[in-house]
Nanobody, 124 residues
Framework: QVQLVESGGGLVQAGGSLRLSCVAS????????VGWFRQAPGKERELITT?????????YYADSVKGRFTISRDDAKNTVYLQMNSLKPEDTAVYYC????????????????WGQGTQVTVSS
């Protein structure tokens, strides 16, 4: 069983930065792929970035965040980070991290473990 806890959300002005953290309980976290999803009001939850297991040699970014967001992991700390720069009002959403014992995941249904979400609000 893995429990995920996100933190780092908040209110920021457009152009600003935030770093989200996703801390996992349990052992062998390096054997889990992790994805960050977000859900804006009135919209479906969407995948924005993933990082593969085993040190995170493979990453993926949605076009909407490419070049602005960076995912990374520190398996010694059981933590995955999402560095968000050049934030835009359209980045406003609840951000979720998800994990599962797979090499990499592209869809919600590939992830068994989810955090509770952290709100990110970007003002114009």
């Amino acid at each position: 069983q893995v429990q995920l806890v996100e933190s780092g959300g908040g209110l920021v002005q457009a152009g600003g930065s935030l770093r989200l953290s996703c801390v996992a309980s349990g052992r062998a976290f390096r054997n889990y792929a992790v994805g960050w999803f977000r859900q804006a009001p009135g919209k479906e939850r969407e995948l924005i970035t993933t990082i593969s297991w085993g040190g995170g040699s493979s990453t993926y970014y949605a076009d909407s965040v490419k070049g602005r967001f960076t995912i990374s992991r520190d398996d010694a700390k059981n933590t995955v980070y999402l560095q968000m720069n050049s934030l835009k009002p359209e980045d406003t959403a609840v951000y979720y991290c998800a994990a599962d014992r797979i090499s990499v995941g592209w869809r919600e249904d590939e992830y068994k473990y989810w955090g509770q979400g952290t709100q990110v609000t970007v003002s114009s």
